[in-house]
């Protein structure tokens, strides 16, 4: 880190700008917002200044700079357009070690002014240092666009509340369970959204009854890989989470999302390896939740879709544990995005079936006959290891041999691999792949040359630009 980013207290305080064109204008305009005691000091002033001069809410000082300026003061920015008259004001700062910013020239400031979005009390600066001042921007626009107006009067009316809060609730984890919950379920957003500041404020007043002190459980859908592709949702629970029971399918990129204080537990389990038994998995989720934790079960892609989530669920039912259940974008979806495959195409399949090749071992046998049938995509997760019998089946039942077969191992993370072939050569396709792998089988995969707009091999884009996927 170049640069500790602090928020200094300016009110009162007496601040220097020299320099009175349109930089200094938005510099002043910053320190005034800041409540800053802000003295100008130029040969000329521009209008804005000049009235704000008026006003009385800055003083004007008509001269070129000189050091005894400097005298009292806690901050300076240098605005002036000639260099060297900057250069000597930095020198003259630092030698009486004061704050000091020179526009456009970080290299001899000891401050940098990061760009900012206000909603006082809530501001974010971002900085780059200024080795990236486009990408700053961007962030910052991107940040503008993501947090709402009305989150000032939402921190605004949080602070006058605190006392209250502090006063009823007296451990504080519950102290920020409450918090969490107030803010978490958009409620009281909502109301201060509409201007309805009583309601809002009788709404936090009724929520200081309810009772915090049980824990809950999420079930949450983590996507298949790629963290840009976690829900909002998702994101939102896992930084809330005081422990996280994940999967092995989950990425560790999306495992760094997690709230750090939050415990991680691993009850990955691979097919035939079963890391944690699943009986203990659900007896952790009851217990956890009794002690008052928020958890969070974070499975790969859709908890619902080969993930065992409605067997989870039921045991929290039968323990009475208040649970929510976030989707999550299946393997199929992900992988086929990610391929240039669509699952459906008005010519080529007119439905699409998930189905898992590995099945509990006194298990259904899946219906080969309407499996092989033409004109549908079939999509089967854990399929891998059994290739041979798959391909045997489907053929035997009148599926075409040359039927399309993609295999996306580790689709949408940065190591995705995808390998399309024909259905009678479907051992051999998958034979050196490691990993999660998902089959597709059927016409649609012959248009993934046409479609692809991730390289297959090593998944950057193809004809988009990067940064602003990367950023999405
Ligand atoms: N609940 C998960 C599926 C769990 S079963 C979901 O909805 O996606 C595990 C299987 O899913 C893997 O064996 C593989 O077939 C498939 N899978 C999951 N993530 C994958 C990925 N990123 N790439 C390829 N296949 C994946």
């Not at 910052?140 to 609730?169: C, D, N, W, Y």
């Not at 859908?221 to 829900?231: F, I, Y």
């Not at 939102?236 to 990129?253: G, H, I, K, T």
Request: glycine share 8%.
């Amino acid at each position: 880190m170049d640069y500790l980013p602090i928020f200094t207290k300016l009110e009162k305080r007496p601040c220097l700008v020299v320099g009175g064109g349109s930089i200094a204008c938005r510099k002043v305009h910053l320190l005034l917002k800041a409540g800053a005691d802000v003295t100008v000091c130029a040969l000329e002033f521009h209008p804005t200044l000049l009235k704000q001069a008026a006003n009385k809410e800055l003083k004007i000082i008509e001269q070129a700079f000189a050091e005894a300026l400097l005298e009292n003061k806690w901050l300076v920015i240098a605005a002036t357009n000639n260099k060297q008259v900057n250069e000597y004001i930095a020198t003259a700062a630092h030698a009486k070690q004061l704050l000091v910013n020179v526009v456009g020239q970080a290299d001899i400031s000891s401050f940098i002014l990061p760009s900012i979005v206000d909603r006082s009390p809530i501001v974010v600066a971002i900085s780059s240092g200024g080795k990236a001042p486009v990408l700053a921007r961007l962030i910052r626009e991107r940040l503008e666009t993501l947090l709402p107006m009305h989150l000032g009067r939402l921190a605004a009316i949080s602070a006058q509340f605190r006392h209250r809060v502090k006063e009823v609730i007296k451990i504080a984890p519950l102290r920020r369970r409450y918090w969490e919950k107030l803010f978490g379920n958009g409620l009281l957003a909502n109301l201060l959204q509409k201007g309805q500041t009583e309601s809002a404020i009788a709404l936090m007043e009724t929520s200081l009854t309810e009772d915090i002190t049980q824990g809950d459980v999420a079930l949450v859908g983590a996507g298949p890989g790629d963290p840009s592709l976690l829900t909002l949702k998702a994101l939102q629970l896992m930084q809330q989470a005081d422990v996280v029971l994940y999967d092995r399918l989950v990425s560790s990129d999306i495992l760094d999302l997690i709230r750090r204080d939050a415990d991680l537990i691993s009850v990955g389990k691979a097919a035939g390896n079963h890391e944690v038994e699943q009986s203990r998995t659900n007896q952790m989720l009851v217990e956890f939740a009794r002690e008052g934790k928020k958890v969070v079960r974070l499975k790969g892609g859709d908890s619902f879709i080969f993930g065992r989530g409605g067997e989870e669920l039921e045991e929290l039912v039968e323990a009475g544990i208040a649970f929510q259940v976030v989707p999550g974008i299946t393997a199929a979806s992900g992988c086929s995005a990610y391929a240039g495959i669509p699952l459906t195409h008005r010519d080529f399949a007119q439905s699409v079936t998930f189905v898992t090749g590995h099945r509990k071992t006194d298990g259904e046998e899946l219906n080969w006959q309407a499996l092989a049938a033409p004109n549908q995509t079939l999509v089967v997760y854990m399929g891998l290891l059994q290739s041979q019998e798959i391909k045997t089946q489907l053929i035997n039942h009148g599926r075409a041999p040359e039927t399309a077969v993609a295999l996306v191992n580790k689709g949408t993370t940065s190591d995705q691999h995808v390998v399309i072939g024909q259905l009678s050569e479907l051992e051999q396709l998958g034979g050196g792949l490691q990993g999660p792998t998902l089959m597709i089988i059927g016409e649609v995969v012959n248009l993934a040359d046409k479609l692809a707009w991730y390289h297959p091999d090593n998944n950057q884009p193809l004809s988009r630009d990067p940064f602003l996927v990367n950023l999405a």
